[in-house]
């Protein structure tokens, strides 16, 4: 996988396992940011409020630094770091995998709890295809609506995603130009004269 490009995937998706009456349910997601990740967890707590445990892990961006696991309340190490595992294991960001668990009343020890997060992280993420994605590189672009036409033709020529717009007699539009594109996008948008570029 070069720099330019990672792996994530492309849709919800959930798998259960089961060990000695308890219940495991795997919920992943593909998220973005904080807000997605919160949301989500949020929403599983109240549709499993009888719930033992909602442990989680998430890795979000490309500089591989952003993550965080939670064993929420299972005995340290056995359930985030494993989650976790399977997000890494198959090369994946901008994921979040929570699992829930419903206790049978049969204790698993640390072991059984490590195989059975994993297991049931790695059954839901087989549910999910695996795609590949542009890094995106995000720039804020300014300019006259009397210009709109030739940013945005080359917006859609370069595959940008924008995240930002407004086109109004002053126009502001932020998109992301896929990383692998950025020279050459860059090249042609300092050729239209009136328009202002900025990173951020």
Request: contains cysteine; charged residues 25%; hydrophobic residues 40%.
């Amino acid at each position: 996988m070069s720099a330019d490009f990672y792996r994530t995937i492309n849709k919800p998706s959930t798998a259960e396992f089961k060990d000695r009456g308890s219940r495991f349910i795997a919920f992943v997601y593909p998220i973005h940011t904080m807000d997605e990740f919160k949301n989500y967890r949020a929403r599983l707590k109240k549709e499993h409020p009888k719930a033992s445990h909602h442990c989680f892990a998430y890795r979000l961006g490309t500089d591989g630094i952003n993550f965080r696991v939670s064993d929420d309340g299972e005995p340290s190490g056995s359930a985030g770091r494993p989650i976790l595992g399977q997000i890494d294991g198959c090369g994946l960001t901008n994921v979040l995998i929570v699992v829930v668990r419903y206790f049978g009343g049969t204790l698993l020890g640390v072991p059984g709890l490590i195989h059975a997060y994993k297991t049931s992280a790695a059954l839901a993420l087989e549910q999910s295809a695996i795609i590949q994605k542009p890094v995106l590189v995000f720039y804020r672009l300014q300019f006259d609506y009397m210009l709109v036409h030739n940013v945005m033709k080359l917006v859609k020529q370069y595959d940008c995603e924008i995240s930002k717009q407004e086109l109004q007699l002053f126009c502001i539009v932020e998109a992301g130009i896929p990383k692998n594109k950025q020279q050459e996008m860059l090249e042609k948008l300092k050729d239209i004269k009136g328009l202002e570029i900025t990173g951020f």
